[in-house]
């Protein structure tokens, strides 16, 4: 799965927040009111008692969660399973946000700064679905370098001290590419404290640029290192 | 990428699965002890009383957990009540052996029993899938065993067009185009995720090698045509793996009837689904699995058996209890029906067979089932 913006809509049309995974040139405002309009659109028009979940173009999907007072709306790539999965993590966003901001929400006035702390509850309810889904591409993570940071999250370390440390496979790939081990393990024990970015990992680490992204991308395609802006 | 891997026969897979148990047991014992369960049954009580307790939401899991303690002679049952009795907890030296012949899959077990409790009351299952599970898992002394053994049954040739349904991040793939050295491969699974790791291994480990395979995002549940995918090829080398407990049963036929289309007359097939379930009803062993998104439980061997024939490939024989081989027959075989029961008695040599024997104690010929009883 692969996830592009994240949009937290009031039931009225006003975006709350917008949150961008993948770069992507969509105006998170007129996006947001189109999200709305459409879920308007489809209570009114549909014969349906439901609200809209999701809506398909080619391999984009939005998937849509509704709550009392606000709208979720996820784009993004993913398959039927996925879609349950991102659904539910919607869900819950939904729940926690409705249940933080209750007595703002009920009556906002427009003002953003009612939603302190809100990128911190999408990233907490975010954390492991950024760490599952494909990080962009190599390319855009090179030309882009300044806008994306790398970190290390317990299940990430677990996942590699469990299936990589010792793997046959992995110390395959680190031969291949004359990676030694324990600049992985040092790499990743860094992450584990502090989001960092491309330039900075290589200037701490000493380590080739083309190495370092492959290394990246054989760490963030397996759920190891997570990739945020 | 292969060592020199046992034969088959060598491997005591009765021992093996005696490990497995104690591990399970051990593991459940310790996730349980840690949510208080011995205390809350510390005397008979019934599994709606535990639920409303114990603030359980998902019922049907819970009941299979409970029947599964049963089994493993941690709960003692007294008609629809239960009690705690607890048990060992120390490690057998079965499961030392075992940690050696498959250390990932003990450590996957051990990740999903510990989310185990949070999913009994309600929280979401996770879309775990992890990679590394099938990253690792291709390296261990018991997968290489069971896989070579399975492959081996294809008769591969350097002319062999092979389609893999279900690569997940490609290392049978490696190993087919190491070992086997196939004209070329077609790798499908429906996981782009899966399918970039796949590409990557083979690109990083196998460059030479890369050309002769096609890597393609495909669900064969789908409305899409394979065969477009294909052009003009016509595999002859079937291999399905680990698929059908992703899948509803009643999408089994699909699946089977959409393969038949794209593959060539009389291909070989083979179902790597080790865990087929002779009942209805969960087992410890794939307790675990359900904390994942989209486990929809073991196939029961009638029906995946069936829906293998119904699509039109021939009566397929299981082998070492670990895969079923079948052929894309054009003969019309009938279906069968199997005894929910797995057999009791050795067919050689009439031995008592202990539960879940892959080979009888006594004469040490496989247990096989029993599949020459057409339904009327």
Redesign the interface.
Same mark, same amino acid.
């Given at each position: 799965?692969?996830l592009y913006d994240l949009y937290i809509i009031h039931r009225d049309g006003r975006n709350i927040f917008h949150k961008g995974f993948c770069e992507s040139n969509l105006d998170a405002t007129i996006i947001s009111g189109f999200l709305s309009a459409l879920t308007e659109f489809s209570k009114e028009a549909l014969p349906s008692d439901g609200l809209l979940n999701v809506i398909e173009k080619g391999n984009i999907k939005v998937i849509f969660t509704h709550g009392s007072f606000l709208h979720t709306a996820l784009i993004c790539?993913a398959?039927?399973?996925?879609i349950? =999965?991102l659904n539910?993590?919607l869900?819950?966003l939904t729940e926690r946000l409705e249940k933080s901001y209750s007595e703002v929400l009920k009556e906002w006035s427009g003002d953003l700064n009612d939603f302190k702390n809100i990128e911190e509850v999408v990233s907490d309810t975010f954390r492991?679905?950024v760490r599952?889904s494909?990080p962009p591409n190599i390319k855009e993570l090179a030309d882009k370098r300044s806008i994306y940071f790398y970190s290390v999250d317990e299940d990430g370390f677990?996942?590699f001290n469990?299936? =990589?440390k010792d793997?046959?496979? #992995?110390k395959? #790939?680190l031969k291949? #590419?004359s990676i030694p081990e324990i600049l992985v393990s040092q790499l990743l024990n860094r992450l584990k404290t502090a989001y960092l970015t491309l330039d900075e990992i290589r200037k701490e680490f000493n380590i080739e640029e083309e190495t370092l992204l492959k290394l990246i991308?054989?760490l963030t395609?397996?759920?190891i290192i997570s990739v945020c802006r | 990428m292969f060592a020199d891997s046992l034969p088959l026969e060598d491997l005591d897979i009765p021992k093996i699965a005696r490990g497995l148990t104690s591990y399970i047991k051990r593991i459940l014992i310790q996730t349980l002890l840690a949510e208080g369960l011995p205390d809350i049954l510390n005397d008979y009580r019934s599994i709606l009383d535990l639920v409303h307790t114990m603030n359980i939401k998902d019922l049907k899991l819970f009941r299979e957990l409970i029947v599964s303690l049963v089994k493993l002679g941690v709960v003692e049952q007294n008609g629809d009540l239960f009690k705690w009795i607890g048990g060992e907890i120390r490690v057998t030296s079965e499961e030392e052996e075992l940690k050696i012949l498959a250390e990932p899959w003990i450590k996957i077990l051990q990740v999903y029993f510990k989310k185990l409790p949070d999913l009994l009351k309600g929280k979401t299952r996770l879309q775990l899938h992890e990679p590394g599970i099938w990253d690792s898992i291709y390296s261990t002394p018991l997968y290489q065993l069971l896989w070579v053994n399975a492959i081996k049954r294809l008769n591969i040739t350097g002319d062999s067009t092979i389609l893999e349904v279900g690569c997940k991040t490609g290392w049978c793939t490696i190993n087919l185009l190491n070992i086997f050295k196939p004209k070329n491969i077609i790798a499908v699974d429906s996981n782009q995720d899966f399918l970039n790791i796949a590409e990557e291994n083979v690109s990083n480990l196998l460059p030479d090698k890369r050309f002769k395979v096609t890597f393609i995002k495909h669900d064969f549940t789908s409305e899409i045509d394979f065969t477009g995918c294909l052009q003009d090829t016509k595999p002859d080398k079937i291999i399905v793996s680990y698929l059908f407990h992703w899948y509803n049963e009643s999408d089994y036929l699909n699946i089977l009837s959409n393969l038949k289309k794209c593959i060539a007359e009389n291909a070989d097939i083979i179902f790597i689904q080790p865990h087929i379930a002779y009942k209805n009803q969960t087992t410890f062993f794939q307790l675990p699995l359900y904390v994942e998104e989209g486990f929809k439980g073991y196939p029961l061997l009638e029906t995946l058996v069936n829906s293998i024939i119904t699509a039109g490939f021939s009566a397929p024989k299981r082998e070492y209890n670990l895969y079923l081989y079948s052929k894309n027959s054009l003969e019309n075989a009938k279906p069968v029906r199997i005894s929910p029961d797995p057999p009791k008695y050795c067919k050689n040599c009439g031995g008592r067979l202990q539960e879940n024997a892959f080979f009888c104690a006594y004469c040490r010929s496989i247990v096989d089932f029993n599949i020459n009883l057409p339904l009327l």
């Amino acid at each position: 799965m692969k996830l592009y913006d994240l949009y937290i809509i009031h039931r009225d049309g006003r975006n709350i927040f917008h949150k961008g995974f993948c770069e992507s040139n969509l105006d998170a405002t007129i996006i947001s009111g189109f999200l709305s309009a459409l879920t308007e659109f489809s209570k009114e028009a549909l014969p349906s008692d439901g609200l809209l979940n999701v809506i398909e173009k080619g391999n984009i999907k939005v998937i849509f969660t509704h709550g009392s007072f606000l709208h979720t709306a996820l784009i993004c790539e993913a398959d039927r399973k996925e879609i349950i =999965y991102l659904n539910n993590r919607l869900a819950d966003l939904t729940e926690r946000l409705e249940k933080s901001y209750s007595e703002v929400l009920k009556e906002w006035s427009g003002d953003l700064n009612d939603f302190k702390n809100i990128e911190e509850v999408v990233s907490d309810t975010f954390r492991e679905t950024v760490r599952l889904s494909q990080p962009p591409n190599i390319k855009e993570l090179a030309d882009k370098r300044s806008i994306y940071f790398y970190s290390v999250d317990e299940d990430g370390f677990n996942i590699f001290n469990i299936f =990589y440390k010792d793997s046959v496979s #992995f110390k395959l #790939f680190l031969k291949n #590419f004359s990676i030694p081990e324990i600049l992985v393990s040092q790499l990743l024990n860094r992450l584990k404290t502090a989001y960092l970015t491309l330039d900075e990992i290589r200037k701490e680490f000493n380590i080739e640029e083309e190495t370092l992204l492959k290394l990246i991308k054989n760490l963030t395609l397996r759920g190891i290192i997570s990739v945020c802006r | 990428m292969f060592a020199d891997s046992l034969p088959l026969e060598d491997l005591d897979i009765p021992k093996i699965a005696r490990g497995l148990t104690s591990y399970i047991k051990r593991i459940l014992i310790q996730t349980l002890l840690a949510e208080g369960l011995p205390d809350i049954l510390n005397d008979y009580r019934s599994i709606l009383d535990l639920v409303h307790t114990m603030n359980i939401k998902d019922l049907k899991l819970f009941r299979e957990l409970i029947v599964s303690l049963v089994k493993l002679g941690v709960v003692e049952q007294n008609g629809d009540l239960f009690k705690w009795i607890g048990g060992e907890i120390r490690v057998t030296s079965e499961e030392e052996e075992l940690k050696i012949l498959a250390e990932p899959w003990i450590k996957i077990l051990q990740v999903y029993f510990k989310k185990l409790p949070d999913l009994l009351k309600g929280k979401t299952r996770l879309q775990l899938h992890e990679p590394g599970i099938w990253d690792s898992i291709y390296s261990t002394p018991l997968y290489q065993l069971l896989w070579v053994n399975a492959i081996k049954r294809l008769n591969i040739t350097g002319d062999s067009t092979i389609l893999e349904v279900g690569c997940k991040t490609g290392w049978c793939t490696i190993n087919l185009l190491n070992i086997f050295k196939p004209k070329n491969i077609i790798a499908v699974d429906s996981n782009q995720d899966f399918l970039n790791i796949a590409e990557e291994n083979v690109s990083n480990l196998l460059p030479d090698k890369r050309f002769k395979v096609t890597f393609i995002k495909h669900d064969f549940t789908s409305e899409i045509d394979f065969t477009g995918c294909l052009q003009d090829t016509k595999p002859d080398k079937i291999i399905v793996s680990y698929l059908f407990h992703w899948y509803n049963e009643s999408d089994y036929l699909n699946i089977l009837s959409n393969l038949k289309k794209c593959i060539a007359e009389n291909a070989d097939i083979i179902f790597i689904q080790p865990h087929i379930a002779y009942k209805n009803q969960t087992t410890f062993f794939q307790l675990p699995l359900y904390v994942e998104e989209g486990f929809k439980g073991y196939p029961l061997l009638e029906t995946l058996v069936n829906s293998i024939i119904t699509a039109g490939f021939s009566a397929p024989k299981r082998e070492y209890n670990l895969y079923l081989y079948s052929k894309n027959s054009l003969e019309n075989a009938k279906p069968v029906r199997i005894s929910p029961d797995p057999p009791k008695y050795c067919k050689n040599c009439g031995g008592r067979l202990q539960e879940n024997a892959f080979f009888c104690a006594y004469c040490r010929s496989i247990v096989d089932f029993n599949i020459n009883l057409p339904l009327l």
